[in-house]
DNA sequence: CACTGTTACTTGCGTACTCAAGAAATCTCC
DNA sequence: GGAGATTTCTTGAGTACGCAAGTAACAGTG
């Protein structure tokens, strides 16, 4: 309406960007849940935990790769260390964090989720897209910004 | 791991999804939120009556529409009708369907927000894309699937 | 006309978060 | 070494959904 032309292009890719996230997210959320019994974010925590040093993150810094706020990510952890997929490790160093530790058992579910949901992943892509747009595609969302609230991207401590 | 190098693509493309999602929509969505009231889907569900023929719509196209089920579109709506915003107005063919009726009141309060809301959505992508490159996320982004559920896409009735 | 779907919508219950307010351990600066 | 600020994590309250079940209205069949 009274918007200038070039804000068209921006509104455009924002709101694709909506729905596109919302329907991929519902098919492969409910596809992880009905198979392997974890949901996206389950899931993300076990493969973060797994690619960490030790298979072990402070919850503090597993919050900030997940995106999530400090009490969502004890939330999250709540249901994780009922199955036995992840537990609770003290730090020597500092009584104040307490690890989230992968289990074996975690290891495992993670494992045996992967497989699957890496194939669902890719198989949704590839039914829209071809290889190279899905590069492309994966180059134009790693530019956009990835925390906004406090920038501790790289702490030498 | 041991998953074949051919899906790594599409399995960083989707993560990047997740977190591009992730941290634009917490940035923009607070922003909506602080300046004028208004989640997300509040503002696309006033965008999307606007646009829709005497700024109106059934509940559940609207839902399909905003990728929401039938009940999110109740409860959505319930906040927007109590301010006024929307209002339910009745169908005489068919008297199971409400409809969901932008109100002056409704169709001010969009163009208020419209004006920042698209501004800061524009900057936040132009802070990290070119134009060209904002085209052509969008154009990607179109080709992902729309809805899975069941495809009404155009219903001549 | 009754009888059996099917569609539109609402409601109760559960989930996955967020924010604000805490408690405890650690750091800082005098 | 002690007071105050900072960091880590948890908890209570609230929000925004989804799913399953329910109700009311319509549509098709005998």
Redesign the pocket.
């Known amino acids: 309406m009274s918007e200038p032309q070039n804000a068209a292009p921006a509104v455009q890719a924002w709101t694709r960007l909506l729905r596109a996230h ?1 329907s991929t997210t ?1 098919l492969l959320s ?1 596809q992880l ?1 009905a198979e392997h019994g974890l ?4 899931y993300e925590a076990l493969l973060v935990l797994s690619q960490a040093e030790e298979r072990r993150l ?6 900030r790769r ?14 994780l260390e009922r199955e036995g997929l992840v537990e ?1 490790a003290a ?10 530790q992968l289990t074996d058992s975690g290891a495992e579910r993670l494992e045996a989720a992967s497989c699957s949901h890496v194939g669902s992943v890719r198989a949704l892509l590839e039914e829209h897209l071809t290889v190279a747009e899905i590069d492309s595609l994966g180059s134009l969302l790693a530019k956009l910004p990835e925390v906004e609230g406090g920038d501790e991207s790289c702490r030498p401590g």
């Not at 949901?39 to 389950?42: C, E, Y």
């Not at 402070?58 to 919050?63: G, Q, S, W």
């Open positions: 919302a519902r409910s849940q949901t996206l974010n389950d402070k919850r503090v810094d597993l919050a997940l995106l999530l706020t400090p009490s969502g990510v004890t939330r999250l952890l709540e249901g609770r730090c020597a160093q500092d009584l104040r964090v307490t690890y989230a």
